[in-house]
Structure formats: C-alpha cells, structure tokens
C-alpha cells in the first residue's frame, strides 16, 4: 500500500481571528501546518496543497520535511482534486485527505482508517451524535430532528486513490468533504473511531483547547548510553566525529568514538531500540572501520521517523588526556551537523576521575550520553 497523504490548507480561516491563516499560526511553539505535517509524516508522502499567496510561507515550514507542495483551487474540493492528481503522478495507491486544522490528529486516529483500507473501499474517523438535535429560526427553537445514525464527521479520511480521484474529476458541485463526493459516486465507506481531541481549530476559543490537548498527549522520552574505549598504539584519537592530535589511539571494530557510540546508545535507548550491536554488529565485518556517525544518523533517522524531536543531548567524556576543552565547540558544531540540530540543543563537556581507575590510569576514555525525545 503506496500511500500519499494530502493535507488540505488552501482556505483562509477567517472565523479563527487573526491577521493571518489560522494555519500558519503558531500554537505552543509550532505552527497549526507544521504539527500536522509532523503528525502524519510517519504515514506516508506529504501534499500540502496551499494557496497561491502562501507558498513562500509553506516552503518555510516545511523545511525538513519531504513534502510536495500544491497550489490549490477555487474551493475544497478543486483543491483536494488538484492535490489527488498529484499523488496519482506520484504513482500512489491509496491516500489520505486530512484538514490542516486538525493539528491535534494521533495514531489512535489514522491507523485504524489505514487498515480498514487493505479490505474496504473508504474509510473515515467519525463520532456518533449524543447531543439532542434542535432546529431553529432568529433565535428560537423550530423543531427537533433524531440523532439515531448520525455522526460527526473527521479527517483524516481513506481511499483508493484512483477510485477517489475518478469520482472528483466527474464531481462538479462543492462538497463538504470527501466522503461527499464518493458516496454521491456509489463508494462504500467504512466508519472508524474519531477521538473527541481530534477538533477542527475554527474559532479563536479552539487555540486554547488544542494547545490542552497537544500538552496532554505530549510523549517525552529519557535515554542514557555509556561506552568505554582502550587506548592503542595511535597518533590520534576521533571524539564526536573530530580528529584530535594525541599519543595514542582508540581501539574498536568502528573508528572507537566513544563520544558518539555513548550519544547513540542514549537515542537507541530511548526509543527501546537496545545498543549499537544489536543495529550494527561487530560480527559484521561490513562495519570494521566504518566511521561513527553512520550509527548516529541511523538512530537519529529512526527518532525523526517515529514523529520524535530531539530535545536535546548531554554527554561527558571521561578521561585525563587528551584535553577536551580546547576542541569542544568544533565537537559540538560536528555533531550538530550530523544530527541537523541547533548546536545550544548539544552539550558536550569532560571530566577526569581525579587518576583512579582505568581513566586515571591512562588506559582508554569513558563516556556517558543523555538523550530527550519529544513527541506531540
């Protein structure tokens, strides 16, 4: 299942207040687009179909993402039409329509609407009708209407792509989603469970909400590695991906950096993904000499894929020579590279062990890593 993912932010959102897009609005620290693109991007290709006015500011927020950015119509449905007949060039076979608004979607939501997609036509996040249902004229009551089989609709909403997109390009009316338009073309859809934290940010009262619901599901993740590397016949060791001028070397089946194998671990742990042997084993003679950050950009790959933020790193080299200090910024800048991180997110520092143990003794470099992942 080839699945494209088409985030819908081509509208104007003029009841939320403001003085720009509610989209672009910054909702504790990130943007409403942003938390929705970051939410879904472990499901699929990202296709934010924008307004033509807003593509600078969507190229913006979109850095670091992969993500296909499509001008959008003259109302909804031309918009989600022009994203599916991208997604269909991208050769997709299912997709996504989800409203940018709906910052606040998590998997409990969209992978439900993903399996219901490998045996039915459609499927769709919806909750049923409690409240009773009135009619009403200038204020006043007109009449009452059964709430028996009704359901509050939600997004993000399936289909087979091909299936979808035949019935946009015969639709010539502006439905209210997309569920619309495939049942109007004789398409079965499944109903999934919606959560009542999945709104639709539409007023100004809803920033509020959304930013108690995105605190609420915040996952923070705490992980520590610890590494120890003996020293050898050598010139120089490698610490944090810089090499540095020393007597000795640092014996390992990689390149012995034992700054980063600590930073690594410490990520791997976080995500329970155990140690750096179990990803790349020293068994393996692929790896004998291989250069350290391959195991970092790999942890790291696997955080990012799963919806994580790198809060940030601490780590302590321990050792009495060589003396850190001196190289501890080009250390940081190194790994903040490696890491696509802000260097003040990387702290990076040594100690000695006052000449006890095999430290003091001169006979190879500790280090210990701490690592925070942040999802929301």
């Known amino acids: 299942m080839d699945i494209a993912i088409i ?10 207040g403001g003085d720009i897009p509610k989209q672009w609005r910054e909702l504790d620290g990130k943007t409403v687009a942003r938390r929705t693109l970051e939410a879904l991007n472990p499901y699929g290709s990202l296709i934010l179909v924008v307004h033509p006015d807003d593509e600078a500011t969507a190229a913006c927020e979109t850095v670091g ?24 060039s991208q050769g997709a076979t299912h997709v996504l329509i989800h409203d940018v608004a709906r910052c606040c979607i998590t998997p409990d939501v969209i992978q439900p609407v993903i399996d219901a997609l490998a045996s039915a036509q459609a499927a769709a996040p919806a909750l049923p009708v409690t409240d009773a249902l009135w009619t009403g004229i200038d204020n006043r009551v007109s009449g009452t209407k059964d709430r028996n089989g009704l359901y509050r609709a939600q997004t993000p909403q399936g289909f087979h792509l091909q299936t979808l997109l035949s019935a946009h390009r015969t639709c010539d009316y ?17 109903i999934t469970q919606g959560s009542e934290n999945n709104i639709k940010i539409t007023t100004p009262e809803d920033f509020a909400r959304a930013i108690n619901i995105l605190r609420g599901q915040m996952d923070v993740r705490l992980g520590n590695g610890y590494d120890v590397h003996a020293f050898e016949e ?3 060791v490698i610490l944090c991906g810089i090499e540095i001028p020393h007597d000795r070397a640092l014996k390992g089946h990689s390149d012995a950096d034992v700054g ?10 976080a995500l329970a993904e155990g140690d750096i042997g179990r990803h790349f ?23 990012r894929q799963r919806g994580y933020t790198i809060g940030n790193i601490d780590l302590t ?24 991180l802000e260097p003040n997110r990387i702290s990076i520092k040594a100690t000695t062990s006052e000449r006890l143990g095999f430290t003091g003794r001169e006979e190879g470099i500790a280090a210990i890593a701490t690592a925070t992942l942040v999802r929301s």
């Open 317 to 340: 080299l321990i050792c009495e020579r060589p003396k850190i200090g001196p190289h501890a910024t080009e250390m940081t800048q190194r790994m903040a590279e490696i890491m696509a």
């Open 174 to 190: 502006a439905a209210a989603d997309d569920v619309e338009v495939a049942t109007a073309a004789g398409i079965s859809v499944t």
């Open 234 to 236: 050598g010139d120089h």
């Open 281 to 303: 084993p020293p068994s393996d003679p692929q790896w004998k000499g291989a250069a350290s950050e391959i195991f970092l950009k790999h942890a790291v790959d696997i955080a």
């Open 260 to 269: 980063m194998h600590a930073v690594t671990d410490a990520l791997y742990g």
């Open 7 to 16: 985030i819908v932010a081509a509208g104007r959102g003029l009841r939320a």
């Open 65 to 88: 993402l992969q993500v296909l950015t499509v001008s959008g119509g003259s109302d909804r449905r031309q918009s989600v039409k022009n994203g599916l007949e991208a997604a269909a």
